[in-house]
Antibody, heavy 120, light 109 residues
Framework: EVQLVESGGGLVQPGGSLRVSCAAS????????MNWVRQAPGKGLEWVSY????????YYADSVKGRFTISRDNAKNSLYLQMNSLRAEDTAVYYC?????????????WGQGTLVTVSS | SSELTQDPAVSVALGQTVRITCQGE??????ASWYQQKPGQAPILVIY???NRPSGIPDRFSGSSSGNTASLTITGAQAEDEADYYC????????????FGGGTKLTVL
């Protein structure tokens, strides 16, 4: 059974940093592209970042470029999102999502999400 | 603002057919995917590509596309289909960035 479990969310002050993680199981993690998607309270979904299966190709939404860093450790079946210079508008549930891998976006499995709150 | 546009809310009578649409220039180049999200839950993929359903998704869900518009159709809507629905695709910049529509709240009457 495919499972994605996020962790590492919490309360952080504006300007602070936080790293969220996603532990994958039930599939060959190293064969899949992965993404982070977030959802602010009461709002819609927002794509955040993409990483290829090897980690060699990475993309970011303009809203987080220069502040967030996506990475993965295929030996540990884990995906990460390092978030720096956090702002109140980064407050959201952060989901990791497996990508079916095509020219478009097809996210076939999602984790349950981890809540990041940026507030003083 | 989103590059994919959805109606904020749609309603359908129980057992009837409803179509939820998503408009955007990137849909001329990329297929959309559709996600169902119920309160307090993670999204679930219901349609992807030309018209593909993941395992476990009922066949009352179908997808289509024409020009800059993608559509999700539910034929014979059930009470459990009441949820938020989001479309998703690449953005129109050609830079492999993802983009979601603003979401459509489906109410089953």
């Amino acid at each position: 059974e495919v499972q994605l479990v996020e962790s590492g969310g919490g309360l952080v002050q504006p300007g602070g940093s936080l790293r969220v993680s996603c532990a994958a199981s039930g599939f060959t993690f190293s064969s899949y592209e992965m993404n982070w998607v977030r959802q602010a309270p009461g709002k819609g979904l927002e794509w955040v970042s993409y990483i290829s299966s090897s980690g060699s190709t990475i993309y970011y939404a303009d809203s987080v470029k220069g502040r967030f860093t996506i990475s993965r450790d295929n030996a540990k079946n884990s995906l990460y999102l390092q978030m720096n210079s956090l702002r109140a508008e980064d407050t959201a549930v952060y989901y990791c999502a497996r990508d079916l891998g095509s020219t478009s976006c097809y996210f076939d499995y999602w984790g349950q999400g981890t809540l990041v709150t940026v507030s003083s | 603002s989103s590059e994919l546009t959805q109606d904020p809310a749609v309603s359908v009578a129980l057992g009837q057919t409803v179509r939820i649409t998503c408009q955007g220039e990137s849909l001329r180049s990329y297929y959309a995917s559709w996600y169902q999200q119920k309160p307090g839950q993670a999204p679930i993929l219901v349609i992807y590509g030309k018209n593909n359903r993941p395992s476990g998704i009922p066949d009352r869900f179908s997808g289509s596309s024409s020009g800059n518009t993608a559509s999700l159709t539910i034929t014979g809507a059930q009470a459990e289909d009441e949820a938020d629905y989001y479309c998703n695709s690449r953005d129109s910049s050609g830079n492999h960035l993802g983009v979601f529509g603003g979401g459509t709240k489906l109410t089953v009457l």
